[in-house]
Nanobody, 127 residues
Framework: QLQLVESGGGLVQPGGSLTLSCAAS????????IGWFRQAPGKEREGVSC????????YYADSVKGRFTISRDNAENMVYLRMDSLKPEDTAVYYC????????????????????WGQGTQVTVSS
């Protein structure tokens, strides 16, 4: 059974850091794009960052570029999202997702053509 399980969310002060983890089971990462999406209250879900597990190509939304870093460990079937310089507007539920690599990482991440979703983890940035 394919599963994506997120962890690492929580409450952090503005300017702080968090690292989200996504553990994949039931499939191997190395043929998929894995992404982090987020949804804030009253807003649409957006693609934050994605990585192609095979060639390592990445995409970052403009709102997080320079502050967030996505990485993967194919041997451990894990994907991470390091979030630095967090802002209150980063507050959202963050979801890990797998996407079939039909086209570029950027296109897939922006379109959000997700095959499987994790259950989500809450990130709250507040003083």
């Amino acid at each position: 059974q394919l599963q994506l399980v997120e962890s690492g969310g929580g409450l952090v002060q503005p300017g702080g850091s968090l690292t989200l983890s996504c553990a994949a089971s039931g499939f191997t990462l190395d043929s998929y794009i894995i992404g982090w999406f987020r949804q804030a209250p009253g807003k649409e879900r957006e693609g934050v960052s994605c990585v192609h597990s095979s060639d390592g190509s990445t995409y970052y939304a403009d709102s997080v570029k320079g502050r967030f870093t996505i990485s993967r460990d194919n041997a451990e079937n894990m994907v991470y999202l390091r979030m630095d310089s967090l802002k209150p507007e980063d507050t959202a539920v963050y979801y890990c997702a797998s996407l079939d690599p039909f086209t570029t990482v950027q296109a897939m991440c922006v379109i959000g053509l997700v095959s499987y979703w994790g259950q989500g983890t809450q990130v709250t940035v507040s003083s």
